[in-house]
């Protein structure tokens, strides 16, 4: 497990009086198949916040990237059906990572989480022809392609790609930015 994962493990003990273990079988036991209804669940009955609740739920189902034998396998998966986004995800990568070597490469079912000292960025096909970018950047004020999104979700900001020509200067310097504010 890696440091923010068991900083992650030890707040949830310690704000709630539950370990994880506790919180993985109450998240199975609810008889919920999927990821969202079982986070609805622990967020709306237990009362837990979108971060733990989300965690709870990738452990409970392995579905994150500590979970996974192969790392890989999970973003291969992710773009089965959506092979038209794949490039675009590579484009991203590829210069994310030229930010800094203190990035952590976190994929999970259906996204791709980077981190610093906390998640700035998410990359996730979400349909067949658009490709989301979550930036976590909060108190920034959206601008341009740079939308906002709902409070108490997993990002503060997300940029809608959908093709090659939506991946410009700004992009990344939105990506820079919340890559700062990670550190």
């Known amino acids: 497990m890696d440091p923010a994962e068991i900083t992650m493990m030890e707040n949830l003990q310690k704000n709630t009086g539950r370990s994880l273990e506790e919180w993985k079988r109450i998240a199975r036991d609810a008889g919920f198949q999927k990821h969202g209804e079982m986070v609805k669940y622990l967020k709306e009955t237990h009362q837990l916040g979108h971060g733990y609740a989300n965690f709870i739920v990738h452990k409970a189902l392995a579905t994150d990237a500590g979970s996974a034998d192969d790392k890989s396998q999970l973003i291969e998966n992710q773009y089965k059906g959506k092979e038209n986004l794949r490039p675009l995800y590579d484009m991203l990568m590829a210069e994310i990572l030229k930010m800094g070597a203190d990035i952590e490469v976190a994929p999970k079912n259906t996204s791709v989480s980077l981190r610093r000292k906390k998640q700035f960025c998410l990359l996730e096909p979400k349909t067949k022809t658009r ?34 020509e939506d991946i410009d200067a700004a992009v990344f310097d939105w990506i820079r930015k919340a890559y700062g504010m990670a550190g």
């Open 131 to 164: 490709l989301e970018v979550g930036l976590n950047m909060k108190g920034v004020e959206p601008a341009g392609k740079l939308e906002g999104c709902p409070p108490g979700g997993m990002c503060s900001h997300k940029i809608r790609v959908e093709k090659a």
